[in-house]
Nanobody
Framework: QVQLVDSGGGLVQAGGSLRLSCVASTRSWRSTVMAWFRQAPGKEREFVAQTTWNGDHTNYASAVMGRFAISADNAKNTMYLHMNALKPEDTAVYSC???????????????WGQGTQVAVSS
C-alpha cells in the first residue's frame, strides 16, 4: 500500500508561481509512475503531468507545457510540481497519483493524495 500526501497549494496572483509536493510513504513496482491531476469546479479531473522516479519519462498536458515542471527526489520519496506563469484557468484542486503505467487516464492510477487547492486570481 502506498500513501500519498500532497501539499503546497494556495492563493496566488496571475503570473505567480507555486510548488506542489507529494510525499510517498514507500515506492514499489505499483508506484513507478507519479502524476499530477487537477479538477476545477464543475469540470472533470484532467491530467497535468507525469514522471517516473528516475526521470527517464516525463509528460505534460499541452495546457501547462512550458510553464510547469515535474520532478522527483528519490532520496525523499517526494515528487514536485513547479508551476510558473500561473493563469486563472489553472485554478483547481491538484492531486498527486501513483501507478505502474505511463497513462494520462486517472482510472489507471491506484493511489491518490488528498488534494491541495490552487487558486489563481486575475
Amino acid at each position: 500500500q502506498v500513501q500519498l500526501v500532497d501539499s503546497g497549494g494556495g492563493l496566488v496572483q496571475a503570473g505567480g508561481s507555486l510548488r506542489l509536493s507529494c510525499v510517498a510513504s514507500t515506492r514499489s513496482w505499483r508506484s513507478t509512475v507519479m502524476a499530477w491531476f487537477r479538477q476545477a469546479p464543475g469540470k472533470e479531473r484532467e491530467f497535468v503531468a507525469q514522471t517516473t522516479w528516475n526521470g527517464d519519462h516525463t509528460n505534460y498536458a499541452s495546457a501547462v507545457m512550458g510553464r510547469f515542471a515535474i520532478s522527483a527526489d528519490n532520496a525523499k520519496n517526494t515528487m514536485y510540481l513547479h508551476m510558473n506563469a500561473l493563469k486563472p484557468e489553472d485554478t483547481a484542486v491538484y492531486s498527486c497519483a501513483a501507478g505502474s503505467n505511463l497513462s494520462r487516464e486517472d482510472k489507471t492510477y491506484s493511489y491518490w493524495g488528498q488534494g491541495t487547492q490552487v487558486a489563481v486570481s486575475s
